[in-house]
């Protein structure tokens, strides 16, 4: 018997075990990563007619395994499908590129998936359909794909609408989210590649943040749970990238859907893909996020991520934020062609520009939607004042006084 002094030493070791298979089983994903990557897509720039082909195929593949529903439409009336796969009590939902522009975790899940078609005999994969439930939805923003934006094709920034929910996209994700809720959640994003990690000039190749709740960034069983989850994944990832893990700053952003998420009770990590030395297709990313998705599924399958408590993730490095010139307050903004009216905040900034005649700004749109958490040196209210979608385009040139004219 041991002796009571014994104990720690006990658990260590068992921890040792337990951290040695997850070692090795992630060290198998990296390694074999061509054999089952998925083959038929290489560029970034698919969009959603070419990733249904991508599904479809993937679905004759995995055979009995994984069943897809649509779970809704978005504006311009493209598909949002939602995959299952496992009969597990944990519930573990995945979903991609909300923001169009940002499709490196979607050509993951396709690895995935093509993973587990091709690997659905042994163990590993066995253990995870047998103890989770993998709900996922790739490509929650089919028209900001189209066009390879990151908002709505109604100018929205869908990852700022889940309170208001004033996009077709958002209420997809909402009811997914209330109908399954799943214990764990992963938000999948890239981040512009030029981020590092805290001040080691070392670039961020994936930055990870356990959205906070409330703005007291305070720890509930939900959130503890997420960074245990992101805990996993840390040590997983590090293996390969040691020292290019970033933090996101968790400051609680009110209209974020990680945020709410978690505050709803499902323990959510979110992943951005960053950047990486000769990699502007961002493929080494794409096959982290694979092998770092892959083998939290395998913890959690086993219950082992528990193992890793809050301590990796919490000791990552940190990567920060804004004040705009002048927001105009809930205007109306019209589309023209059809599609529904609503109500945005739209913020400006002056540019400085040196002209013959005195000139010396322009202004420019630089953000649109919900900016309630926003301040500004100027603010108006545009309540019950509409305004043309085309002349308030994010990018757009506007003639400041002009568009203040259409307001008062
Ligand atoms: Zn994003």
Same mark, same amino acid.
């Given at each position: 018997m041991y002796g009571a002094a014994m104990k720690p030493f006990t658990f260590l070791l068992v921890f040792a075990m337990l951290t040695t298979a997850d070692a090795q089983f992630s060290q198998q994903l990296f390694d074999s990563y061509d054999s089952y990557r998925y083959p038929d897509i290489s560029s970034r720039r698919f969009k959603h007619a070419e990733l249904m082909t991508h599904l479809a195929a993937l679905q004759t593949r995995l055979g009995g395994l994984a069943t897809m529903e649509e779970a809704g439409r978005s504006?311009?009336?493209?598909?949002?499908?939602?995959?299952?796969?496992?009969? =597990?009590?944990?519930?573990?939902?995945l979903w991609s590129q909300m923001h169009g522009d940002e499709p490196t975790a979607?050509? &993951?899940? +396709? $690895?995935? +998936? /093509?993973?587990? #078609?091709?690997?659905? @005999?042994?163990?590993?994969?066995?253990a995870i359909l047998k103890q989770t439930t993998l709900?996922?939805?790739?490509? +929650?923003?089919? $028209?900001?794909a189209e066009r390879f934006q990151r908002r709505t094709s109604q100018g929205i920034d869908m990852n700022r609408d889940a309170l208001r929910l004033q996009t077709p996209e958002a209420r997809v994700l909402k009811s997914v989210r209330d109908t399954y809720q799943p214990e764990i959640g992963f938000n999948l994003h890239d981040q512009d590649p030029r981020y590092s990690v805290g001040d080691t000039g070392g670039v961020a190749v994936i930055s990870l943040l356990t959205p906070a709740y409330n703005t007291e960034k305070s720890d509930n069983a939900v959130r503890t749970r997420a960074k245990k989850v992101a805990s996993a994944l840390t040590v997983t990832l590090e293996r390969f990238v040691k020292g290019h893990l970033a933090k996101y700053d968790d400051t609680f952003e009110p209209r974020a859907f990680g945020d709410n998420i978690q505050k709803w009770g499902t323990s959510v990590v979110l992943i951005e893909s960053g *950047?990486?030395?000769?990699?502007p297709e961002?493929?080494?990313? !794409?096959?982290?996020n694979c092998v =770092?998705?892959?083998?939290?599924? /395998? &913890?959690? #399958?086993?219950?082992?991520?528990?193992?890793? *408590?809050?301590?990796?993730?919490? &000791?990552?490095?940190?990567?920060?934020?804004n004040l705009y010139d002048i927001i105009i307050e809930k205007a109306t903004v019209v589309?023209?062609?059809? !599609?529904?009216?609503?109500? #945005?905040?739209?913020?400006?900034?002056?540019?400085e520009v040196r002209q013959p005649d005195g000139t010396w700004w322009k202004g420019r749109v630089v953000d649109f939607g919900d900016l309630s958490v926003f301040s500004a040196h100027d603010v108006y209210s545009g309540l019950?004042?509409?305004?043309? &979608?085309?002349?308030? @385009?994010?990018?757009?040139?506007?003639?400041?006084?002009?568009?203040?004219?259409?307001?008062r």
């Open positions: 504006a311009e009336g493209r598909s949002i499908n939602l995959l299952r796969l496992g009969t =597990g009590k944990t519930k573990v939902f979607t050509m &993951a899940l +396709l $690895d995935l +998936l /093509h993973y587990i #078609a091709l690997r659905r @005999e042994t163990p590993e994969v066995k709900l996922i939805i790739p490509m +929650l923003n089919p $028209d900001g *950047g990486w030395k000769n990699d961002k493929m080494f990313i !794409r096959k982290l =770092g998705l892959l083998s939290v599924f /395998h &913890a959690v #399958a086993d219950g082992s991520y528990e193992k890793f *408590g809050t301590a990796p993730y919490e &000791a990552i490095p940190m990567n920060t934020k589309f023209p062609d059809g !599609r529904p009216p609503l109500v #945005a905040d739209i913020a400006i900034n002056k540019e019950g004042k509409s305004i043309d &979608a085309s002349i308030v @385009e994010m990018g757009d040139i506007v003639n400041v006084e002009e568009l203040l004219e259409k307001i």
